[in-house]
């Protein structure tokens, strides 16, 4: 089976724009979480669907969004991108929600915003 | 809330010794207990992970974790590196809440030097 699949890898952005990340998790699997990393505050959850449906969120402020659609792609946007949005961005897919469930993370999006 | 603590930064160690990695965590309620290590420039990968049963866990790679839970760590081992194992490992933990969000520790970066 193919892995977790994110695109774009990398992408560089000035501040106030916005940005389209996605995730394609591995086929089969219904559960999609993200994740931000950086230097400074480490590994951060952002959100997590399963079945189309906000499941979690984690403390992030609204400019932060996300969606998962039908076929479990998911996709999340940062609106007025600031300085401190630089960061490899990751996305993790898993067969169900629940914590019994392994997760299988992409290679990630690398977000520098200018 | 729960949190996860590595307490080493960075682990520097010679090819073919013994290494442990030091993971304590906080919880009020019961967790799962995850290591993931992440190579240069790519995803994370879960080396083993702990939800119930035996204390002793063993992973890929030759990896090993045991979990205590009166002293609240899961410290991961491994008897012998080699350079190959050099990456940084993460300690994570799960709520049994039906949630799939990690928390994760900070990290430690593993040296292996010939």
């Known amino acids: 089976k193919a892995g977790v699949t994110q695109t774009p890898r990398y992408l560089i952005k000035t501040r106030g724009q916005q940005v389209t990340l996605s995730c394609s998790p591995i086929?089969?699997?219904?559960?999609v979480s993200w994740y931000q990393q950086t230097p400074g505050q480490g590994l951060q959850f952002l959100f997590e669907?399963?079945?189309?449906?906000?499941?979690n969120k984690g403390n992030f402020p609204g400019r932060f969004s996300g969606r998962q659609f039908s076929n479990s792609r998911s996709e999340m946007n940062v609106s007025t991108l600031e300085l401190g949005d630089s960061a490899l961005y990751l996305c993790a897919s898993s067969t169900r929600q629940g914590a019994e469930e392994t997760q299988y993370f992409g290679p990630g999006t690398r977000l520098l915003v200018l | 809330a729960q949190s996860v603590t590595q307490l080493d930064s960075q682990v520097p160690v010679f090819e073919e010794a013994p290494v442990e990695l030091r993971c304590n965590y906080s919880?009020?309620?019961?967790?799962?207990l995850f290591w993931y290590v992440q190579y240069p420039n790519q995803g994370l990968q879960l080396l083993l992970k702990?939800?119930?049963?035996?204390?002793l866990v063993k992973g890929i790679n030759g990896f090993e974790a045991e979990f205590n839970k009166s002293q609240t760590s899961f410290h991961l081992r491994k008897p012998s590196v080699h350079i190959s194992d050099t990456a940084e490992y993460f300690c994570a933990v799960i709520m049994n809440s039906g949630y799939s969000t990690l928390t994760f520790g900070k990290g430690t970066m593993l040296l292996v030097s010939p």
């Open positions: 669907y399963f079945s189309e449906t906000q499941r």
């Open positions: 702990y939800l119930s049963g035996s204390t």
């Open positions: 086929s089969g699997h219904r559960s």
């Open positions: 919880s009020s309620v019961s967790v799962y």
